[in-house]
């Protein structure tokens, strides 16, 4: 090649080389172009779904299926392992350490360090969206009406079904406070369709009603199940049989390793005595399944009329539980403890353009990141001072660098902080502590506290919140051993 020519050819490969950036940015969307977005809240479900492996009779083709359209994120946490502390972190981006709701008792709209501050809604109204929504969203009656354009039947309503005698669908564990299940027999359920579905209904024909409109909106749907009652109809019972089963795995000395906080948090009020000794271990467990499935079956609705909308690729959904739950792991039931069955939880984000289907993250994330991740997709301010750094980093690049602990608080004084490495507990201010290795002992088995090298203890201890503010509305840090399991 002639020396002029190939210089000549070496300043136009190199342009086209600086180029290229210019036009892959092109063609990607703008991360924040995102019109519409469908935001999808389960009640209490763990991760007993298939594309997580938390149980090995978990069925969830549905949920699976959105797992194959965007990004499963396999290590979210909640900030708190009840409802009401853990949908206000989520919504206000700010830890229960920060604003001080502790407790399923606390009126967040009463809380001074949240006046003035915007939630989720209100970003996306600063955003333009019309607001539309169905089912539990907010804990209890804890609602502002008017933030949302319609809801379907009522914010306050949100799981509008007629309660079931005992007749209709007998209830063999009175034993246990506010843990119940049962089998609606059909003739019943044709006569008493269940909330869900219809929450299932609106949101599917709110989608289809928006295909031949052009304003933005937000489409929130907050299912109810599996929360308890476990009632759901008997094709679904009869989707697990109680001989086909595993139970969850419980290690007989698993509390051998605790101190007195660590058991009394696992025992609670001697539920798992009392499961047992009526022979209804299985049972329980086939309900917690077949509640899932059965919302499974409605979330499947949902992502066909997302699939079918004209507008998919400009509409982001996201899903995602409020808290996790026991089924007798570390001799626990329920909720309300800082072990993984209690904090862990599924979260999935389509982001059309932006997520590759199918991805995966393995990234320890918090539910307190998703007020700054959907105002990076809607293009809406994110509020100051958020406790939730933006998962948007890793929607592009799940093997992106990520260093933020996630916390996750139950009372004012009991803490847990998790990182790639540790999973780091501590009760009561410090009184007391576990820690447990995440990639060698994932079941958080064996206690490595009392063996722990200095510098881990230190590096943990140093990723807690600093000085966790007092209860607001005041309440008495006893919420965390409240009557209502809401």
Not at 158 to 166: D, H, L, V, W, Y
Not at 304 to 312: E, G, I, K, M, S
Request: contains cysteine; hydrophobic residues 35%.
């Amino acid at each position: 090649m002639h020396r002029s020519t190939r210089r000549r050819f070496l300043r136009q490969l190199s342009s086209g080389l600086a180029f290229m950036p210019l036009l892959r940015s092109l063609g990607k969307p703008d991360p924040r172009s995102f019109s519409n977005i469908v935001f999808v809240c389960i009640d209490d479900l763990n991760d007993w779904v298939s594309c997580l492996l938390g149980h090995p009779n978990a069925r969830t083709p549905h949920i699976d299926r959105l797992a194959r359209s965007g990004m499963l994120f396999t290590d979210c946490h909640a900030a708190a392992p009840i409802c009401n502390p853990s949908r206000t972190a989520t919504y206000f981006g700010r830890l229960p350490s920060s604003s001080g709701i502790y407790g399923n008792e606390q009126d967040w709209r009463e809380c001074s360090r949240l006046a003035g501050q915007e939630s989720v809604f209100e970003c996306f109204r600063k955003a333009g969206m019309q607001i539309y929504g169905s089912g539990k969203i907010h804990h209890k009656g804890f609602v502002r009406p008017r933030i949302w354009d319609e809801f379907w039947p009522d914010p306050r309503n949100f799981r509008p079904e007629g309660k079931f005698s005992e007749k209709e669908v007998p209830h063999k564990l009175k034993e246990v406070r506010a843990f119940r299940w049962g089998i609606l027999p059909e003739p019943i359920h044709r006569v008493h369709p269940l909330a869900d579905e219809g929450i299932r209904e609106y949101a599917v024909g709110k989608l289809s009603e928006s295909r031949t409109s052009h304003e933005r909106f937000a489409l929130t749907i907050g299912f109810n199940r599996p929360h308890v009652p476990m009632i759901v109809p008997e094709r679904f019972f009869r989707m697990f049989p109680i001989e086909d089963l595993k139970l969850p795995f419980v290690y007989d000395r698993d509390l051998d390793d605790l101190g007195p906080i660590g058991r009394r948090f696992a025992k609670g009020e001697g539920d798992h005595e009392k499961i047992t000794a009526q022979g209804l271990w299985a049972e329980a467990v086939q309900a917690y399944l077949s509640s899932i499935a059965f919302i499974d079956e409605q979330v499947g609705h949902v992502l066909d009329a997302y699939n079918a909308f004209d507008q998919r690729e400009s509409t982001a959904l996201v899903l995602w539980s409020d808290n996790g739950f026991h089924l007798g792991e570390k001799f626990a039931w329920k909720k309300k403890t800082l072990w993984r069955e209690s904090t862990r939880v599924p979260l999935i984000i389509i982001a059309p353009g932006i997520t590759e289907p199918g991805s995966i993250c393995n990234r320890p994330v918090s539910l307190v990141s998703l007020l700054a991740t959907i105002c990076d997709l809607i293009g809406s301010e994110a509020p100051a001072s958020l406790d939730g750094r933006s998962l948007l980093p890793l929607l592009e690049n799940p093997r992106a660098d990520w260093d933020e602990p996630v916390v996750s608080c139950l009372g004012r004084r009991n803490i847990a902080i998790r990182n790639q490495d540790w999973t780091y507990i501590e009760y009561e201010g410090g009184e007391e502590a576990e820690l447990y290795h995440r990639s060698r002992d994932p079941r958080e088995v064996q206690n490595l506290w009392p063996v722990a090298r200095p510098e881990v203890l230190s590096l943990m201890k140093s990723l807690c919140p600093k000085g966790p503010v007092e209860h607001d509305p005041p309440v008495e840090d006893t919420t965390v051993w409240g009557l209502d399991d809401d």
